[in-house]
């Protein structure tokens, strides 16, 4: 694929440029996926909660490209009422392997640390235990804050391969990031366009269009490959899909660079993971 690899802390390659499925119906998943594929993308975000596994499943299944070429990534729902134990863990993801056709997937994720729960270390447990099995190649987080991360270092021996946060220019991380850096874990940016609505529409952000020629989402998206972010941006509409993926054929300069991380106000679009239940 044209997609660049990043080495997660295990060894397993991973494309940095990847195809995410949020709100996107189980059967046009199919179609969006298949476009994605046909583009050039070889990783594919999802997740239990989005309902569209099976929908996912088929575009991979139907497009003929070989098992170890994809990087297919899918996350455990753990918010229910219940405190999550390890036979639930176990349930769960051998649900999202039937739905999605799969004997193994490539990252699996706990999607929202719930830290009130009290059960995120017997989760990343039982993670390791299905990443010894064979059916994960590489487990890891999202939604996790720095003290979220040094609790599971302290206190258990999983060190996940991945972290994925909300992160774009107006959210830009930098406390986690480089927490990250320093304990090998990859950071990985969800909503990385800002959901397409403000960002998108911010005058700086054209103004480095116009310069480089190139779109604002190309723009954004070279900004998070330039900072070592896996990025995973979203579109159902082709000539967007395939737009997204050619941001390889150009750099942003160090003033580029320096005017977006102006606009970093700290903005969330998405909840806070210190109370999302
Ligand atoms: P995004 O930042 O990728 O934005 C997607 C929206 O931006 C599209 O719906 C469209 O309106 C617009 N857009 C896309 N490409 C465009 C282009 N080239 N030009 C103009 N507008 C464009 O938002 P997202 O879907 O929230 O995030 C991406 C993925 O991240 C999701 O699909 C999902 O896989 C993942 N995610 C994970 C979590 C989590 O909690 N782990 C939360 C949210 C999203």
Known sequence: SMVPTITLNNGVEMPRLGFGVWQVPDAEATTAVATALEAGYRSIDTAAVYGNEEGTGKALAASGI??????????????????????????????????????????????????????????????????????????GVSNFQVPHLERLLDETSVVPAVNQIELHPHLAQSGLRAFHARHGITTEAWSPLGQGKGLLEDATIAGLAAKHGRTPAQIVLRWHLQLGNVAIPKSVTPS?????????????????????????????????????D
């Open 66 to 139: 070989p098992r170890a070429d994809l990087f297919v990534t899918t996350k455990l729902w753990n918010s229910a009422s219940e405190t999550w134990t390890r036979d639930n863990v176990l349930r769960e993801f051998d649900a999202s392997l039937a739905k999605l056709g799969l004997d193994h997937v490539d990252l699996y994720l706990l999607h929202w640390p719930r830290a009130f729960r009290d059960d995120y270390l017997t989760i990343l447990r039982t993670f390791a235990e299905i990443a010894e099995s064979g059916r994960a190649r590489a487990i």
């Open 240 to 276: 967007r899909i395939r737009e997204n993926l050619d941001v390889f054929g150009f750099e942003l300069d160090a003033d580029d660079l320096g005017t977006l991380a102006g606009l970093d106000s700290g903005t969330r679009l998405g909840p806070d993971p210190d109370e999302f």
